[in-house]
């Protein structure tokens, strides 16, 4: 009992700890969630939590928390902890086999490598792609497919990208997403602009502005597609076009404090555009008011377009200093913002304004053009290895996969053949079994035969010679002693008193003797069945014999309330026969392994129930034996009520009701 206390409350003392730890652990990152501090202080809390994470002993709930704080330190810039987090999650997942939270775990490294380590962000995108498309999370593997698209279109494999795209929405379609439908029909849009295919460019754009009608505040997303429309109408020189898709974007309700950034872009594509068309009247204003925003919101490689722009502007108005005053700082903006593109903007630009230098732009254009391309083909042939690799792996789990039904065909159709070989040859062997066990039953019921009639026959002479014993003692003992007492009665003249008194005694001996000899010999002309112990041992000594027939196991269930020296013979005398007759039948026909004698007193009634477990039998086909007909006959002398219920495979009961008078 001690042990079960201490048990008890430190079994109590552990969840109290580990539920104290669980609720450290959610606090600390819903406080980084909604955290108005800064980067630091946020991973120092983070720090803390995943040190409670640490020991927790549950995989799963540690698995959860891995997840959770992975997504926050990316949040909060620590790359270094993200990767430890989320590598813990992975492990973690395999072990579980988990692959909802495996496929988790990639598309977070698929955000986490996306813009720095394209290929990287594929592969994980990918894979988890994969896990989805297992899975059948429909909406997920869309999301995974339009991420390697956009992906893909980064490092100009278009081809790829439209493929992916198309891929995302096929699972779309069917989903009613008509959000994620916009996204992927506007991606279409821009890759056929950058494959210069502009009249499919603008359908897909026109297929983005339908679903966008479907999307409520869409206000915001309408102003990326009116930009896109219009940087392909610029591409095409269609300037006028170009121009009326920025304005209208532009008039789009306080765009300017929804989205500053988009703000920015639609004014420096306005602006270019005007510069292209001529149409300088608002110029250098427009790219100046751009340049402002986002100087002002740090978009660094904004700022290098813009100031490229605004390069291209003085150089057109023969201000040379001007021109490569904003060219150089627009280079220094794209080196920082690692875009590639703009750097190589500003060396070809360079090259026009520094003639002096021209040579030196364009040697480093040249050089930086030609490592990107042969980056961009590297990274497109590997997006191809990933999916021939995956193929071929899906390929090779496919021949492993056909290889392993032929071998589970193959070993199956062997057992079946073994396991019908194996039953046929016990079948046989049962058979000849069988065929013993009805020799030997047939052999059995050849010795009971003789046993009972043998029996018979022991009953007959002891009856016989009871009957013998009976007439005996009654006409020749009982003769003699009475013709002795006559003799004795008449010597009785003698008058003398202690005469008398000896023949008295001598005479009321000798009718002691007399009636002594009378009852033996009435009890001898009677069956055994007036005497209780006798009743009892017979029937026992019945079930005893008649048990090692057939090996079946017998109970006898007798009521105290039955007082067998008051029952009259002729009704224990039926009584026997019908246990008798019922043994024998269990014996020949029955299969039993336990048989149950039930007597039960039930007022002046004696209510007598024999149960076997046997084979049981049809009453309706077997209703009509000579053995029943005989039961039902004496129970008919005793005025009493014979009943039968048998059910084939479920046994027999027979129910005796006589009257105990």
Not at 189 to 211: M, R
Not at 631 to 652: A, D
Request: net charge neutral; hydrophobic share 35%; glycine share 4%.
């Amino acid at each position: 009992m001690k042990k079960t206390l201490i048990l008890i409350f430190v079994t109590f003392i552990f969840n109290s700890i580990y539920s104290q730890t669980n609720d450290t652990i959610s606090s600390i990152i819903e406080d980084v969630k909604n955290s108005v501090h800064d980067e630091i202080q946020n991973i120092e809390k983070l720090n803390v939590a995943l040190k409670y994470t640490y020991n927790i002993p549950n995989d799963s709930l540690r698995n959860i928390y891995f997840l959770r704080l992975a997504f926050y330190y990316k949040k909060n810039s620590d790359s270094l902890k993200f990767r430890e987090t989320i590598n813990q999650s992975i492990l973690l997942s395999e072990q579980l086999k988990d692959s909802n939270s495996l496929a988790r775990c990639y598309w977070r490294l698929g955000d986490f490598f996306n813009n720095k380590k394209n290929d990287s962000a594929y592969h994980y995108y990918y894979n988890a792609q994969d896990i989805y498309k297992l899975t059948s999370e429909k909406f997920k593997m869309g999301r995974m497919l339009f991420n390697m698209a956009l992906v893909q279109k980064k490092v100009k494999d278009y081809i790829g990208s439209e493929v992916s795209t198309f891929n995302a929405i096929e699972v779309f379609k069917p989903l009613n997403d008509y959000k994620r439908l916009y996204s992927c029909y506007n991606n279409l849009g821009i890759i056929f602009k950058n494959l210069e295919e502009y009249k499919k460019s603008l359908e897909y754009h026109s297929v983005a502005l339908d679903y966008l009608k479907k999307i409520k505040e869409n206000e915001i997303l309408k102003t990326y597609t009116l930009n896109n429309i219009g940087l392909v109408y610029r591409y095409q020189g269609k300037y006028n076009d170009a121009i009326n898709n920025f304005k209208q974007a532009l008039k789009i309700d306080s765009l300017y404090y929804k989205d500053t950034k988009q703000y920015a872009i639609l004014l420096d594509n306005l602006a270019y555009t005007k510069f292209l068309s001529n149409e300088t009247s608002e110029l250098p204003d427009l790219f100046n008011e751009s340049l402002k925003i986002r100087d002002s919101l740090k978009i660094k490689s904004g700022i290098a377009v813009s100031k490229l722009h605004l390069a291209e502007y003085y150089l057109e108005k023969n201000d040379t200093v001007q021109s490569l005053r904003y060219v150089s700082e627009a280079r220094v903006s794209a080196i920082e913002s690692k875009n590639l593109k703009q750097v190589l903007n500003s060396l070809l630009l360079s090259s026009k304004i520094d003639h002096q230098n021209g040579t030196h732009y364009l040697d480093t254009y040249i050089h930086i053009n030609d490592s990107l391309i042969k980056r961009e083909r590297q990274i497109r042939d590997k997006f191809a290895r990933i999916r021939f690799e995956t193929d071929q792996y899906i390929i090779k789990n496919e021949k492993l996969s056909l290889q392993n039904d032929w071998i589970v065909a193959i070993s199956t159709a062997i057992i079946f053949f073994g396991f019908l070989i194996y039953v046929i040859t016990q079948q046989r062997t049962r058979n000849k079994e069988l065929e013993m066990e009805q020799q030997q039953q047939l052999a059995n019921e050849e010795i009971y035969n003789l046993m009972i009639d043998q029996q018979d026959k022991i009953e007959e002479g002891r009856k016989r010679e009871k009957e013998r014993i009976s007439l005996e003692l009654h006409d020749g003992i009982l003769g003699r002693l009475f013709g002795t007492r006559l003799s004795l009665g008449s010597l009785n003249a003698k008058d003398d008193t202690n005469s008398k008194k000896i023949r008295e005694q001598y005479i009321n001996e000798l009718q002691s003797i007399e009636e002594e000899v009378r009852n033996i010999s009435h009890e001898l002309g009677l069956d055994n069945f007036d005497k209780t112990t006798s009743y009892s041992t017979m029937i026992t000594n019945l079930l005893e014999e008649q048990s090692k027939i057939t090996n079946f196991k017998y109970q006898i269930e007798d009521d105290d309330r039955i007082v067998w020296t008051d029952i009259p013979g002729h009704i224990k005398i039926n009584i026997y026969r019908i246990i008798q007759e019922s043994i024998q039948n269990i014996n020949k026909y029955a299969q039993a392994e336990n048989v149950v004698l039930d007597f039960k007193k039930n007022e002046d009634h004696i209510i007598l129930t024999i149960k076997d477990d046997g084979v049981g039998f049809d009453q309706d086909k077997r209703s009509s034996g000579i053995g029943l007909k005989n039961m039902k006959s004496r129970v008919t002398l005793l005025h009493g009520q014979f009943t039968i219920n048998s059910i084939p495979g479920k046994g027999t009961s027979i129910s005796v009701d006589v009257p105990m008078t």
